[in-house]
Every structure is written in C-alpha cells, then in structure tokens.
C-alpha cells in the first residue's frame, strides 16, 4: 500500500501562485509514475502534470509555462508550484501514483482562485 498526503492548497487571487506538496509513505520502493490530477465541480477528473516512469514530465496544455512538478526523492515528495494562476484553475487537485499498474490517490486539496 502506498499513502499520499497532499498539503499546500487554499485561496488566492488571480495571478497568484500555490506550491501544493505530495508527501509518499508506505511501500513505495518502485512506484513508476506520479502526478497530479484535479477536478473541478462537474467536470471530469485531469491530469495536471506527471513524472513518467522514465522519468520525464507531462503538462496539460493548459498549465505549460505557468506550472512545474518536481519532486524530492530523499523527501518523498512531490511537489506542484503553480504560477500566475487562473479562476479556471480552481480544482480539487490530487496527488497520484501508480505501482505495479495500481493507482493510489491522495485525499484532495481545494484550491480556489479569486478573479
């Protein structure tokens, strides 16, 4: 099992920035992916941004230029910095990591943009 704590979330006004953090615990020796999701009230859920197993990074087109996924191995963590944000950015955002094709998901952290 793996455990994922997200923390950071909150209110802030347009063209403001959030750093959320994904805190990893349990078995997490060779988890392949990780990454963030968000869902926003009557949409589907979206992947953000994500590490790939090989390492790389994923952005929806949407959020290129204006946020980064990095991560803290020694830490566990993931983290999200998000810049110039957007009221459309307004979401649920969730931590994800898949293992042996098993997804784990974190609790969720509400983030809210003001315009």
């Known amino acids: 099992q793996v455990q994922l704590v997200e923390s950071g979330g909150g209110l802030v006004q347009a063209g403001g920035s959030l750093r959320l953090s994904c805190a990893a615990s349990g078995s997490i020796f060779r988890i392949n992916a990780m990454g963030w999701y968000r869902q926003a009230p009557g949409k589907q859920r979206e992947l953000v941004a994500a590490f790939t197993s090989g390492g790389s990074t994923n952005y929806v087109d949407s959020v290129k230029g204006r946020f980064t996924i990095s991560r803290d191995n020694a830490k566990n963590t993931v983290y999200l910095q998000m810049n110039s944000l957007k009221p459309e950015d307004t979401a649920v955002y969730y931590c994800?990591?898949?293992?042996?094709?098993?997804?784990?998901w974190g609790q969720g952290t509400q983030v809210t943009v003001s315009s």
């Open positions: 994800n990591a898949e293992k042996y094709g098993v997804y784990y």
